[in-house]
């Protein structure tokens, strides 16, 4: 959609110009996370530099490289219409000065992408660079919040399960680093459009692997210089859906397995939807007549329930299971060991060096229906009792642990903190008498300190020094048009993982 960006924000933006001060000069603002629903101590940063060059290319496009009279007569007519009145004389100015200036006379900072920002420390500001363009710091307000909440939100949900299946393989005597794979991205269909997806799923990137959203690609290439083919981005597996399975008929069950095992992909991993009609059967029937045959493979077989108690389908009915005491009754029904340990009776397998079950490498298990960090955890938990390591069962995480979400779960919100009118510098804040705190702003100029502190009320010479010191972490990223200090995905995911809060807490598990 071609939209001219003076339309790319809320429509009391447009009355803002007419309310400033006059002489008003310069608009400071800051974008922070003000509280953690979770109980998060901190947010990823992810989606600056995606929001930044689609907000260039958006202004470049529909704006500039456009005559100005097509502009013009845009914002005219739908201003007369919608607000009922003509055009002012300060928003025909504004327009005409903007236009012809062939740029977007915007400072942005920010702190590195993948940077473990604590709540409440500001990870980006804003300001105008020409005075007579105050207007347009938080004009792109609305752009900028609806670009980067979710992307930040996402990736901090998408950090916070990986730590908490790190530590489960800890415990069970895993490698984290064997992890990568065990947390499968299948958020795309359940988005609010192909955006939400691209940008949910590149932020389940940073944390896993592996994905089905195939468009966390090229945005990831398009915005953030990566090449699937040079930088190993993400991967997935062949995979069957219950229209394949259902497709043959329900007495051909059995056999479609076969061929597929055998025929169709005699090797590598393969993802087998199992529960279209009857999983105990699959797991009971089936698969102990094709053990053969699948132990032959040069590859893994991966069964996939879909239905169901997800943790009762995987580690059996919890009636059996009292802390990590199993029922040592003869047991009868598959469902009442759940399918890891029916696969660990057929196929057997390994054990981990704390001496917990792995299964054979040619058998595992896939679940992607309704996983969040609750439900992972408590199979993992259910499963360690029975003796099992964490790296049975790979998680989808799909749009129910992505999409459970708003702007408020962690409380973004850019706002303004200081401003020049006519020469004079002023702080600016909100404090409602009314509030909890929560919507209680910084003031003045703001600095983010090496410790990933803030510092605020600062004026512009000590903010100045500041920066020229090399004291504040928040960097450039973008100025009168152009990018500033880009980074590469792989760069980010790196920075998330070797950060000390996350090798300190790795190390502490450890020991």
Request: charged letters at 25%.
């Amino acid at each position: 959609m071609k939209m001219n960006p003076l339309f790319a924000t809320d429509s009391y933006k447009w009355s803002h110009i007419l309310m400033y001060p006059p002489k008003t000069e310069m608009v400071y603002s800051t974008w922070t996370p003000r509280a953690a629903k979770d109980g998060s101590a901190h947010v990823v940063v992810f989606g600056v530099q995606a929001a930044l060059r689609k907000l260039n290319e958006l202004w470049r496009v529909n704006f500039f490289a456009r005559p100005l009279g097509q502009i013009q007569h845009e914002f005219e007519r739908t201003h007369k219409n919608f607000l009922l009145e003509d055009v002012r004389k300060e928003w025909t100015d504004a327009i005409t000065r903007l236009h012809g200036l062939g740029y977007l006379p915007l400072e942005i900072k920010a702190l590195p992408e993948g940077t473990l920002c604590p709540i409440k420390t500001p990870y980006l500001t804003i300001k105008n660079t020409d005075a007579k363009c105050a207007w347009l710091t938080n004009f792109v307000e609305t752009f900028l919040s609806t670009e980067l909440w979710l992307p930040a939100t996402d990736a901090t949900i998408a950090y916070n399960n990986r730590k908490m299946v790190n530590e489960w393989a800890i415990k069970t005597g895993v490698s984290p680093d064997d992890m990568n794979f065990l947390g499968h991205g299948f958020e795309m269909r359940g988005m609010q459009g192909i955006e939400s997806g691209m940008k949910s799923g590149a932020a389940h990137l940073l944390s896993w692997w592996g994905t089905d959203t195939l468009s966390a690609i090229p945005f990831l290439e398009e915005y953030y210089d990566s090449e699937l083919s040079v930088d190993y981005i993400a991967g997935s597996v062949p995979a069957s859906e219950h229209s394949v399975m259902s497709a043959w008929g329900q007495g051909n069950e059995k056999e479609l397995f076969e061929w597929l095992i055998t025929k169709r992909f005699p090797t590598g991993i393969l993802s087998v939807v199992s529960d279209t009609w009857n999983i105990w059967k699959v797991v009971g029937e089936y698969l102990p007549e094709l053990k053969d045959k699948i132990m032959a493979r040069d590859g893994k077989l991966v069964i996939r329930p879909d239905s169901g108690d997800p943790a009762d389908i995987l580690c059996g009915l919890r009636s059996l299971v009292t802390g990590s005491i199993v029922a040592s009754v003869a047991i009868r029904k598959l469902q009442d060991i759940g399918v890891v340990e029916a696969l660990w009776q057929i196929f057997g397998g390994t054990t981990s060096k704390h001496g917990y079950k792995v299964l054979n490498s040619h058998i595992g298990v896939i679940y992607g229906d309704s996983m969040n960090y609750k439900n992972v955890n408590e199979i993992l938990g259910r499963l360690e009792a029975k003796g099992f390591a964490a790296n049975n069962v790979v998680f989808g995480f799909g749009s129910y642990n992505y999409t459970y979400v708003t702007r408020d779960t962690y409380g973004f919100a850019l706002k303004s903190t200081a401003c020049v009118v006519d020469g004079e510098f002023r702080e600016i804040f909100k404090d409602p008498i009314t509030d909890n705190g929560l919507k209680k702003s910084q003031r003045g100029m703001v600095v983010v300190n090496p410790d990933l502190t803030y510092t605020d009320g600062l004026s512009l010479c000590e903010y100045k020094r500041i920066h020229g010191l090399g004291a504040c972490l928040l960097k450039t990223v973008f100025c009168d048009g152009e990018e500033r200090n880009t980074q590469t995905f792989k760069e980010i995911r790196e920075r998330l993982w070797k950060q000390p809060q996350v090798s300190k807490k790795l190390k502490e598990i450890q020991k």
